[in-house]
């Protein structure tokens, strides 16, 4: 069983920065491959990026390659999504998810652990 708490999010100008963090309870945190996804007013929920446990390969959906940076420090039972060069499109609610397997996934169904979200909103 994992719990995950999102902190991180607020009001940032367009061109700005935010880091949102993931903070996740469960001795097996380090085994799961960890996901954020956001979700916008009358959208569906849509993948960000990803990070495996293994090797902690990354992958990113293409609208944030080069601008956000997913990181984890499994000591800490945390992952992280820095969010550079923030733009109003980005406006959502972010989530982190954890998934029990060594792969990458972007639908949300494969997913078991959820958090509550955290919300992000970029002013133009």
């Known amino acids: 069983q994992v719990q995950l708490v999102e902190s991180g999010g607020g009001l940032v100008q367009a061109g700005g920065s935010l880091r949102l963090s993931c903070a996740a309870s469960?001795?097996?945190?380090?085994?799961?491959?960890m996901g954020w996804f956001r979700q916008a007013p009358g959208k569906e929920r849509e993948f960000v990026a990803a990070i495996t446990w293994r090797d902690v390969s990354t992958y990113y959906t293409d609208s944030v390659k080069g601008r956000f940076t997913i990181s984890r420090d499994n000591a800490m039972n945390t992952v992280y999504l820095q969010m550079n060069s923030l733009k109003p499109e980005d406006t959502a609610v972010y989530y982190c998810?954890?998934?029990?397997?060594?792969?990458?996934?972007?639908?949300?169904?494969?997913?078991?652990?959820w958090g509550q979200g955290t919300q992000v909103t970029v002013s133009s």
């Open positions: 998810a954890a998934a029990d397997t060594i792969f990458i996934f972007t639908t949300p169904g494969k997913y078991a652990y």
């Open positions: 469960g001795r097996t945190f380090s085994r799961y491959t």
